[in-house]
């Protein structure tokens, strides 16, 4: 511990450590508390875990009985399953679509990275929900795709996209999309062309360069950009319940319906630590990365 | 590195901006539809927009909104700042850690987790201490947590570029340590700070479902009223609302993006300048 922090510093470090620590960490102790309570008719809706009998005694009130649910009940496991594939396979689309536009950025000229940079952002920090709703006047059956494939004549009936799987995949790829291309670019700016040169001097074609230099030295960049994408679109709770069907049940949205429409808190709080433990792996090596980046 | 891409690299490129853009373009220009019906183009118009004035529920929870981003954002850029500076200047102190994965983790964290567990807390708190009650006050809060981190973030990697020896110079003239930042440090940070102010502005607008959790019966942001009216589907009325929001929010990141490419420039320069005059 270091001792010659002058007490100043403290004015500075304290603020936002005990605010986060109390609005950001302590709620999971709550979550995992109110996780064991049973629901009930009451305002709020839970039983109590932890608490003084009339007697002044400390009394443990533990149901198991919503992590039983979970195990029981299949939905949840094939909730869980749906959402990793899905968070899946869209990370890989994204890292096959996202790295060659990162490193076309990468290669550009340094007055035009800045724009590109920033024209690929703005749609990110534009209104999320309102993109998805943008995104469901292009797909949906009479949208502005079939209208135009019908008018071409490539088309006889429309393209059913809208409240399917596929739908759910373009929803989360056109979101994430530039969470993938921003950790990729900046790994890939900070790479040295001379590697590259070395490498075709010495015989290599750019190809095999590519594949032996390139690609090897973005790899924290790979993973960067593949944990922003993979760990929210796990989670995602918006294009599922806007753009997915009835069948395309998204943990998120399991997660919303027990609460908002079952009012069972305590399930809904369950299910929430359940996946926060799934999470935990993706989340360490993020963090891991994020250090190990900082630091350099 | 710069170099000619090769013609594969700039199709891609250009081809994802195109589809990064075409969903908003077609929504902007549907909101001039005249046609109440959503596939059928009727005429140029701008009915939609003057019927949202008139809906009171949307204003009402418009104005909410407002209120609490500007609470949030301002908030959010406090805590952050000195995180940041935290973070950037005092290599060592008990707690670093922890401070650096909670600045860190809002930024995956899946936002329905963060809404359950906010709003356990909040409802636990008002069973202890009888405080804060579901509004105004947890909607803020929420936000304050997620915002943090992104100015956490923003203002780091800046302040982490910022020269040192300025600061110290400063100090070797007489101020100050606290002094010498005010002067010297916080005015090179400035267009961070700015701009990530307005980058909290733009999510604490657009934010569903945190405030779905925290927000209680009472109180109804925008984003969760469009939500209500974007599950029925698509609605020229919504249409014209989301590209205003759209092109608000836009202009919000554009000034923000400039502020910090300028800062950025004007840094290059002065330091070629100093470097000159050395």
């Given at each position: 511990m270091n001792l010659n922090l002058r007490p100043g510093r403290w004015l500075i470090i304290l603020p936002p450590l005990i605010f986060l620590l109390a609005f950001f960490l302590i709620p999971f102790a709550f979550a995992f508390k109110i996780s064991f309570a049973q629901a009930i008719p009451h305002v709020p809706p839970f039983s109590e875990v932890l608490y003084f009998t009339p007697q002044h005694r400390l009394r443990l009130d533990v149901h198991l009985d919503n992590y039983r649910y979970l195990l029981t009940d299949e939905v949840y496991g094939l909730a869980y399953l749906y959402s990793l594939r899905t968070a899946f396979f869209s990370t890989v689309i994204c890292l096959l679509v996202g790295y060659p536009m990162a490193y076309a950025i990468a290669r550009a000229p340094k007055s035009a990275q800045n724009l590109l940079l920033l024209v690929i952002m703005l749609p990110f920090w534009t209104s999320f929900l309102l993109r998805v709703y943008a995104l469901e006047g292009i797909i949906r059956d009479n949208g502005f795709l079939n209208t135009v494939l019908m008018h071409l004549g490539l088309l006889h009936e429309p393209l059913h996209i809208m409240h399917t799987g596929v739908a759910v995949y373009i929803g989360i790829i056109y979101s994430y999309l530039p969470f993938m291309v921003l950790p990729l670019f900046a790994t890939l700016e900070k790479l040295d062309p001379t590697l590259l040169e070395a490498a075709a001097d010495l015989g290599s074609t750019p190809s095999r360069a590519f594949l032996d230099v390139t690609l090897p030295l973005s790899i924290p960049g790979v993973i960067a950009g593949a944990m922003l994408v993979f760990i929210p679109a796990v989670g995602e709770f918006v294009i599922p319940s806007l753009l997915g069907g009835p069948n395309n049940l998204m943990i998120g949205r399991v997660l919303w319906d027990e609460f908002f429409g079952n009012h069972d808190w305590p399930v809904a709080a369950a299910v929430a630590i359940a996946f926060l433990l799934l999470l935990a792996g993706p989340i360490a090596i993020y963090q891991y990365y994020n250090v190990k980046q900082i630091e350099s | 590195m710069e170099r000619r891409s090769s013609a594969f690299l700039q199709t891609v490129l250009y081809t994802g901006i195109a589809l990064l853009y075409l969903p908003i373009l077609t929504l902007i220009a549907y909101s001039f539809n005249s046609?109440?019906?959503?596939?059928?183009?009727?005429?140029?118009?701008?009915?939609?927009?003057?019927?949202?004035?008139?809906?009171?529920?949307?204003?009402?929870?418009?104005?909410?909104?407002?209120?609490?981003?500007?609470?949030?954002?301002?908030?959010?850029?406090?805590?952050?700042?000195?995180?940041?500076?935290?973070?950037?200047?005092?290599?060592?102190?008990?707690?670093?850690?922890?401070?650096?994965?909670?600045?860190?983790?809002?930024?995956?964290?899946?936002e329905i987790i963060t809404g359950i567990t906010q709003l356990l807390l909040f409802v636990s708190m008002v069973q202890v201490i009888g405080w804060p009650h579901r509004g105004f006050t947890t909607i803020v809060i929420s936000h304050v947590t997620f915002c943090t981190a992104y100015v956490t973030v923003t203002v780091q990697s800046r302040l982490a570029a910022a020269d040192r020896s300025l600061e110290e110079a400063a100090m070797d003239l007489g101020a100050s340590p606290a002094r010498a930042f005010w002067d010297v440090t916080l005015p090179i940070i400035m267009p961070a700070i700015v701009s990530s102010w307005l980058l909290s502005f733009t999510l604490s607008l657009d934010d569903l479902v945190i405030s779905s959790f925290v927000a209680g019966p009472g109180a109804s942001t925008l984003p969760m009223i469009i939500y209500s009216k974007v599950k029925l589907g698509v609605s020229p009325e919504v249409n014209a609302l989301a590209s205003l929001i759209v092109c608000a929010v836009g202009a919000c990141v554009l000034v923000a993006g400039y502020l910090m490419v300028r800062g950025d420039r004007r840094r290059a320069l002065e330091t070629q300048l100093a470097a000159r005059h050395a």
């Open positions: - | 046609s109440p019906l959503v596939n059928v183009w009727g005429s140029f118009s701008t009915v939609w927009y003057t019927q949202l004035l008139h809906n009171r529920q949307l204003l009402e929870s418009a104005l909410l909104s407002l209120e609490v981003a500007v609470a949030a954002s301002t908030g959010a850029v406090v805590l952050g700042t000195l995180a940041s500076i935290a973070l950037v200047r005092f290599a060592r102190f008990p707690g670093r850690l922890l401070l650096t994965g909670m600045v860190n983790a809002p930024l995956v964290m899946p």
